[in-house]
């Protein structure tokens, strides 16, 4: 049973452009503008119509952007709850000027050990995460810790909750790793992995949802019984301004928004593809996190109820729970 039927969250690229080199990320390879504060109002209009409660600003890392306090500050202005990770190199720089701006403030921190970190990420970045936390800690800004799981960094994990997280009462979200296109993510995640992810969900101030590990037992999405739900659940814009579909790890294809978002999105060339959705030949086996998070909380199934109970979790926990109340 859909329980709601209008797009929820807005993945908002604001440069494909990164100073690290992750090898489990091909967005920094992509040549990139960056979006401008004029067509973001624009855009920020048109979603707020359309009933997307969350925009993350993304990247590429959102902080290279010039304009990001600006940025942040016009979403609060139209009600948007926000979301922005980053690596943590240029937050110190931008800390005071985006207090209190972001509502969920993520940063990635994959390995306990500096080396191992800095060699994930492709440039030396641990000791400025560990800045940051001390920076927002002082700016009474409550970061979560985002910790991609590796089949060779599982061990790491009770390091980075005993000694990083728990000090600070951070809360710690895990996110298993997902392939995509010709990324290499190293081999999948095993059962017993996600048997140690599912005991870890259990544990105080950390947040993974449930339902990634079900879909992964599952084999994945499945194009014959989509769960999938990314193009109707999940509006992604490029730094182009272009309204990229189904997701923008597939982006099959590409609209010009040109100012005109509500009405591009209902219109039939876009919902033709919005209803192919979980179904493309790429969609077969696809866990991809971001889409599936949405996915999972609009649909009455196995899944959302796998989820609800970690979502709530972070929701109360972070205080969000009250503004993120949707109506179908």
Same mark, same amino acid.
């Given at each position: 049973?859909?329980?709601?039927?209008?797009?929820?969250?807005?993945?908002?690229?604001?440069?494909?452009?990164?100073?690290?080199?992750?090898?489990?990320?091909?967005?920094?390879?992509?040549?990139?503008?960056?979006?401008?504060?004029?067509?973001? @109002? %624009?855009?920020?209009?048109?979603?707020?119509?359309?009933?997307?409660?969350? &925009?993350? /600003? !993304?990247?590429? #890392?959102?902080? $290279?952007?010039?304009?990001?306090?600006?940025?942040?500050?016009?979403?609060?202005?139209?009600?948007?709850?926000?979301?922005?990770?980053?690596?943590?190199?240029?937050?110190?720089?931008?800390?005071?000027?985006?207090?209190?701006?972001?509502?969920?403030?993520?940063?990635?921190?994959?390995?306990?050990?500096?080396?191992?970190?800095?060699?994930?990420?492709?440039?030396?970045?641990?000791?400025?995460?560990? @800045? %940051?936390?001390?920076?927002?800690?002082?700016?009474?800004?409550?970061?979560? &810790?985002? /910790? !991609?799981?590796? #089949?060779?960094? $599982?061990?790491?994990?009770?390091?980075?909750?005993?000694?990083?997280?728990?000090?600070?009462?951070?809360?710690?979200?895990?996110?298993?790793?997902?392939?995509?296109?010709?990324?290499?993510?190293?081999?999948?995640?095993?059962?017993?992995?996600?048997?140690?992810?599912?005991?870890?969900?259990?544990?105080?101030?950390?947040?993974?949802?449930?339902?990634?590990?079900?879909?992964?037992?599952?084999?994945?999405?499945?194009?014959?019984?989509?769960?999938?739900?990314?193009?109707?659940?999940?509006?992604?814009?490029?730094?182009?301004?272009?309204?990229?579909?189904?997701?923008?790890?597939?982006?099959?294809?590409?609209?010009?928004?040109?100012?005109?978002?509500?009405?591009?999105?209902?219109?039939?060339?876009?919902?033709?593809?919005?209803?192919?959705?979980?179904?493309?030949?790429?969609?077969?086996?696809?866990?991809?996190?971001?889409?599936?998070?949405?996915?999972?909380?609009?649909?009455?199934?196995?899944?959302?109820?796998?989820?609800?109970?970690?979502?709530?979790?972070?929701?109360?926990?972070?205080?969000?729970?009250?503004?993120?109340?949707?109506?179908?």
């Amino acid at each position: 049973m859909r329980l709601i039927r209008h797009p929820i969250l807005c993945n908002y690229y604001v440069t494909y452009r990164c100073n690290a080199k992750c090898g489990f990320c091909d967005i920094w390879e992509r040549p990139s503008p960056y979006i401008t504060l004029e067509t973001a @109002e %624009s855009n920020f209009r048109d979603l707020k119509k359309l009933g997307v409660k969350v &925009i993350d /600003f !993304t990247g590429g #890392e959102p902080l $290279l952007h010039r304009r990001i306090d600006e940025l942040l500050q016009l979403a609060k202005e139209f009600g948007f709850i926000t979301t922005l990770t980053t690596n943590g190199l240029l937050y110190p720089k931008w800390a005071s000027r985006i207090k209190g701006k972001v509502d969920m403030l993520h940063f990635s921190l994959d390995s306990s050990e500096r080396e191992k970190h800095d060699e994930m990420r492709g440039v030396a970045c641990y000791d400025k995460v560990l @800045e %940051s936390i001390r920076i927002a800690r002082d700016l009474g800004e409550r970061p979560d &810790i985002l /910790f !991609t799981v590796f #089949e060779d960094n $599982l061990d790491e994990i009770e390091e980075v909750y005993q000694e990083i997280t728990l000090p600070d009462n951070l809360i710690l979200i895990l996110n298993p790793v997902f392939g995509y296109n010709d990324v290499t993510t190293g081999s999948s995640l095993s059962n017993d992995t996600l048997k140690s992810l599912i005991k870890w969900s259990r544990k105080k101030l950390v947040y993974l949802n449930e339902g990634f590990i079900a879909l992964r037992r599952d084999g994945g999405n499945h194009v014959d019984r989509p769960v999938c739900k990314a193009a109707s659940t999940t509006l992604v814009i490029s730094p182009e301004n272009k309204l990229v579909l189904p997701c923008y790890h597939l982006g099959e294809k590409e609209f010009p928004i040109d100012n005109q978002l509500f009405d591009l999105y209902h219109s039939p060339e876009v919902q033709k593809v919005v209803a192919l959705e979980g179904r493309m030949p790429a969609c077969e086996g696809c866990v991809i996190n971001c889409y599936m998070q949405p996915s999972f909380a609009v649909e009455v199934n196995r899944y959302f109820w796998k989820a609800l109970r970690s979502t709530l979790k972070y929701n109360l926990t972070k205080g969000t729970y009250k503004s993120l109340r949707i109506r179908g």
